[in-house]
C-alpha cells in the first residue's frame, strides 16, 4: 500500500509525543513492506505572506515533505488554524502526485481540518489519530483558565470567555470580580459565534473520516460526548519499541522506580504523581522525571 501520514511536526526539529508516534508509525508500516510519506509543517509563522514554501528531505529512512507558512498574515488568522485553504491546496497537489490508498492525519493542529476535507474530495481514504483535543479545543487541553476541565460538549460561549481571559485585558477582571465577568459574558450572546463555527465544522471534518484512532478510553469519552459516533473510534494504547532482551539488564533493587518523560506542564499531570508520592507511607519508590522545567 502506499500512504501518506500527515502530522503537525515531525522530527528532528520537534520531538514531541505525536511527532514521535507518527515517526514510529510510518517506520514500522516501512518495515511490514508498505511505501510511506509524510508532510508536515516545519515553522507556522515564517513562511511567505500567503501559500506555503516546502522543501524534501529524508529522515531516518522517510521521506518527508516540510511546508512553511505564516498564519500571522493569514486574512482571517483565527479561521486558518482549523481550516487553512493554503495548506488545503498544497495538500491536493501532492496527495495527486503521491496517489495514496490511505491518508493517515495525527492530531489535525496545524495542518487544520481542511486536510481531512481534501482527502475526502479525492476519494483517498483516511484514518485519524486522536492525540490530544485540539478537535474540540483551540487550546488542545480541555483545561479552563483555572484549571478546571470543560464540561462537554463545549460550550461556544465558555471557549470565547477561556480564549480572551488569555490577554491581560480579561485575566485580571476575571481574578478580582468572576460574578461580574460571569455577567458580562452571559450577555455578550454573539462572542461564541465563531467558536461555534469552529466546532462544527471540524466535527464535520472529523465525520468525513472513515476511522478514528484514540489512546485512551477518556479521549475516546471526550469524542462521544462531543457528538462523534462511537462505533467510529478504534481504541489502541500508545506503544513503543523496545527489544525484550532489555527486560533482564535491570538491576535489583529495593525501591519501586517510576520515570517520567515528557513536557513538563500541569496538564501533563507530573505535579499529581509527586502528590501521590508524598502519602504513602513507604518511601520505598523513586520518581525521576526528565523534561523542559521552562
Known amino acids: 500500500m502506499r500512504i501518506a501520514i500527515g502530522v503537525h511536526h515531525f522530527p528532528p526539529r520537534f520531538r514531541g509525543g505525536a511527532e514521535q508516534r507518527a ?5 514500522a508500516l516501512q518495515r511490514r513492506g508498505h511505501s510511506v510519506r509524510v508532510i508536515t509543517v516545519d515553522d507556522p509563522y515564517s513562511g511567505p505572506e500567503s501559500g506555503v514554501e516546502w522543501e524534501d528531505d529524508l529522515h531516518e529512512g522517510v521521506q518527508v515533505r516540510r511546508l512553511r507558512l505564516n498564519l500571522n498574515a ?3 488568522p483565527f479561521r486558518f488554524e482549523y481550516d487553512n485553504p493554503w495548506i488545503g491546496d498544497h495538500l491536493r497537489s501532492w496527495l495527486q502526485e503521491v496517489t495514496p490508498d490511505l491518508f493517515h492525519l495525527f492530531s489535525g493542529y496545524i495542518l487544520s481540518g481542511r486536510a481531512l476535507h481534501v482527502a475526502h474530495e479525492l476519494a483517498i481514504p483516511s484514518v485519524v489519530s486522536v492525540t490530544d483535543y485540539w478537535f474540540l479545543c483551540r487550546k488542545l487541553t480541555l483545561l479552563r483558565n483555572d484549571g478546571s476541565i470543560s464540561e462537554l460538549p463545549v460550550d461556544p460561549q465558555q471557549c470565547a470567555r477561556c480564549f480572551a481571559e488569555e490577554t491581560r485585558r480579561y485575566q485580571w477582571p ?36 472513515d476511522a478514528i484512532i484514540s489512546p485512551s478510553h477518556f479521549v475516546r469519552d471526550a469524542l462521544v460526548q462531543a457528538g462523534v459516533e462511537d462505533a467510529r473510534i478504534r481504541f489502541a494504547r500508545q506503544g513503543s519499541e523496545r527489544p525484550l532482551s532489555t527486560a533482564n539488564d535491570k538491576e535489583p533493587s529495593n525501591e519501586l522506580r517510576i520515570t517520567y518523560m515528557g513536557q513538563i506542564a500541569p496538564h501533563k ?17 523513586r520518581l525521576r522525571v526528565y523534561g523542559n522545567a521552562d
Do not use: C
Open 23 to 27: 515517526l514510529r508509525t510510518a517506520q
Open 74 to 76: 493569514a486574512p482571517d
Open 174 to 209: 476575571a481574578r478580582i470580580a468572576p460574578r461580574v465577568m460571569d455577567w458580562y459574558w452571559s450577555a455578550r450572546k454573539g462572542a461564541g459565534d465563531r467558536f461555534r463555527a469552529r466546532n462544527e465544522f471540524l466535527l464535520g471534518a472529523l465525520g468525513l473520516a
Open 269 to 285: 499531570g507530573v505535579h499529581v504523581a509527586v502528590q501521590a508520592l508524598s502519602l504513602l507511607p513507604s518511601r520505598r519508590i
